[in-house]
């Protein structure tokens, strides 16, 4: 499996890249077939949040499955086995909804989401730039994997925009997507309506189902 280790405001010592490549094993462990590793260290600059200056994102291709995982904590390494620790959960319910699917019950074809590139130098220098422009991260065009980041002015907050090209999928999918990647909602072209949807936790199992369109397309329909 390939290992790729980078870092944002921060630099990667040796040290953490070797802590990296032994810990890896719990990842091919359970996933034989994983293919690609992505670690991504981002340094938080604020002193007020000292107990999470440090996160780690881990993102695993296993053929067409990518699985998501971040945490973040006062140092790199306790935030790397707390990503781990999540990541791990959620490739051995990958695996073990594929058992089922080979007894015969039916489940969902993770959308594959490419391959995820290291950012350049030049990327991420650029990502630290701020042009005091929010318009900024949502007026350029993206292609396919591509990302832009700004920050807003003087203060912390950070915008930052991804292009993901997926296929239409069902809700019971995005329900699925949603779980491997560890996040509170999936935004999905669904399948049946053909409109941007949004599924969320709401409580315990129970969620919820967010759809957009315009007033022209909803009187078209009626």
Known sequence: MEIVVTGRHTQIKQRFRDVVESKMNRVTAIAPDAQRAQIVVTHEGNPSRADSAKRVEITVIAGRTVVRAEASSADEYSALDLA???LTLRLRRTRDRRKDHRRGYTTMEPVDLGAVEPETAEEEAAAEEPNN???AAVASDLGPGESVEV???????VIRRKLH??????????LYEMELIGHDFFLFVNKETNRPSVVYHRHGWSYGVFEIDTPENVAKTK
């Open 84 to 86: 781990l620790d999540k």
């Open 133 to 135: 422009s929010p318009q």
């Open 151 to 157: 920050q807003v002015g003087d203060t912390p907050i």
């Open 165 to 174: 090209i997926a296929e239409p999928m069902t809700i019971d999918e995005a």
